[in-house]
């Protein structure tokens, strides 16, 4: 399995709503990255788990809670969210940080803030 | 600070003809260099991945290349097909960053016309 899987693959949340997106590896990859995309710009890094831990957190508003409850998933928690958060939000995956290996990419969650 | 320039922003091109992508960057502490495909509205591809210590790598109709000391890699896609039409875009992870944040270039938007 080379592959990162998220979930849904859209989403439509009113700001009140608490909704979760998901991601799964089964490359034993210890390395899990959430980015954010907007139109026509390039993805931008929100959060780093490295072996579980959070490693990073590059300045993200608290509205945006991530979870890492095992070596496989990768969660992110959203809660009283703004229009302006509306992006696409990549997950990603790497064998380890800061070692030059490849990144493997999911096909994105489409999230859409009413 | 590392900045990432990809030239053109966009590329039209008659199918059958080769294409040329190019990214540089300015600080050449990177351990490699990665370049993905995007799809509208879906998540990166992993085309090829350029170790720093590497000077090309190839997959089928694509080559790419890859300068350190100039700061350059080119991305060629040998006789374009309308399924090659995509926005690429290449990322490098710095050896200065333990965590492995990718700076991303802001992408070649390519149309190949039948």
């Known amino acids: 399995d080379t592959e990162v899987t998220q979930t849904p693959k859209h989403l439509v949340m009113g700001m009140t709503n608490k909704k979760s997106l998901k991601c799964e590896q089964h490359m034993g990859h210890r390395a899990m990255y959430w980015y954010k995309q907007k139109a026509k710009k390039p993805p931008e890094l929100m959060f780093v788990?490295?072996?579980?831990?959070?490693?990073i957190n590059e300045s993200v508003p608290s509205r945006f809670s991530p979870e890492c409850p095992n070596s496989s998933l990768l969660n992110l928690h959203l809660h009283a969210l703004q229009p302006e958060d509306s992006a696409l939000y990549l997950c990603a995956s790497s064998q380890e940080t800061g070692n030059g290996y490849g990144y493997t990419f999911g096909s994105g969650t489409r999230l859409t803030v009413v | 600070k590392q900045e990432v320039t990809q030239i053109p922003a966009a590329l039209s091109v008659p199918e059958g003809e080769n294409l040329v992508l190019n990214c540089s960057f300015t600080?050449?502490?990177?351990?490699?260099l990665q370049w993905f495909r995007q799809d509208p509205g879906k998540g990166l591809t992993s085309l090829l991945l350029?170790?720093?210590?590497?000077r090309e790598q190839t997959s089928g109709r694509l080559n790419a290349s890859l300068d350190k000391s100039s700061g350059r890699s080119t991305l060629y896609i040998a006789a374009s097909q309308p399924g090659d039409s995509a926005t690429y875009l290449c990322?490098?992870?710095?050896?200065?960053?333990?965590?492995?944040?990718?700076?991303f270039g802001a992408g070649t938007q390519v149309v190949v016309t039948p």
């Open positions: 788990y490295s072996y579980e831990k959070l490693s």
């Open positions: 990322a490098v992870p710095m050896t200065t960053d333990s965590w492995g944040k990718l700076q």
């Open positions: 600080d050449s502490a990177i351990y490699n």
């Open positions: 350029i170790q720093s210590s590497q």
